[in-house]
């Protein structure tokens, strides 16, 4: 009976000495947790202020502001974002360029105590693309279409006028490319090439397949495509240019297509 009686007494002891242990061991790892999560509320390493340069007024306010809800939040509930040391910069950048599809870039270049200073760069206005008179938006020097625009009549800028089969204004609101790159900077590049032969293209008509009609400012119009390069295409064009004014009827033109490389067609006005 003794012996069952000192046994007994013996496993409680080990529970309790484990028990304390575990208390032990979770008091341990409390306390370096709680200094842990302290450190990022330490004052000296709190946001303060944030600076931002580069953009326009009405921006910049937004822009701040959504800054500063942001420094209120929290990650995972406990890490304040107004720490310089866990300030989201690469998720806020991805967020805000989304949500100012008119903001090109944007740079979180210097950290100082209490203080985010950002550099940010707005689209270019362009150039104007449309859908139809009333659903137009702005475009940058890349091609980007972004902003809701009113539609500018006369020549202030450039038009593109988008006639694809499959075009739609759904979601420009984000900003979206809608030539790839490559096809805008060439389509581009012919029309620097042109104002140098004193052409001044106002209208640019998008259609399908590849094909742009381009309307001069003096009424005729010039037919191109993605499959020719800006400089043989422009090149064509000179020597399409020269015969007709060789032949009286550069003041008479309707058209010039040139979509076949060599090949060159045209349409002279019987009026």
Not at 159 to 184: C, V
Request: glycine residues 6%; contains cysteine; proline residues 3%.
């Amino acid at each position: 009976m003794i012996k069952k009686d000192a046994l007994a007494s013996s496993k409680k002891i080990r529970r309790k000495k484990t028990v304390f242990r575990l208390a032990f061991y979770f008091f341990i790892v409390f306390c370096i947790g709680a200094l842990f999560v302290g450190f990022f509320y330490i004052p000296e390493f709190k946001i303060k202020e944030i600076e931002i340069k580069g953009v326009s007024e009405p921006n910049k306010e937004k822009l701040k502001g959504d800054f500063l809800k942001v420094l209120q939040e929290k990650y995972l509930g406990l890490f304040p974002y107004n720490n310089i040391f866990i300030f989201p910069e690469k998720k806020l950048k991805a967020e805000m360029l989304e949500i100012y599809p008119d903001i090109k870039s944007m740079d979180f270049k210097n950290f100082f105590p209490e203080k985010i200073l950002i550099t940010a760069e707005e689209r270019d206005l362009f150039a104007v693309w449309c859908f139809k008179e009333e659903d137009c938006f702005f475009l940058d020097k890349e091609g980007f279409v972004f902003k809701k625009s009113p539609f500018f009549y006369g020549s202030l800028f450039l038009k593109f006028f988008d006639e694809r089969s499959a075009s739609s204004s759904g979601d420009i609101a984000k900003g979206r490319q809608l030539l790839s790159k490559n096809d805008f900077k060439n389509l581009i590049s012919f029309n620097e090439f042109v104002v140098l032969e004193g052409i001044t293209i106002i209208k640019i008509f998008v259609k399908d397949d590849g094909v742009y009609d381009l309307e001069t400012n003096s009424g005729w119009h010039i037919i191109i495509n993605n499959d020719n390069g800006a400089w043989e295409t422009f090149q064509n064009l000179k020597i399409m240019m020269d015969s007709l004014v060789k032949e009286n009827h550069i003041d008479k033109i309707d058209y010039i297509d040139l979509r076949f490389g060599n090949k060159i067609f045209y349409k002279i006005s019987n009026e």
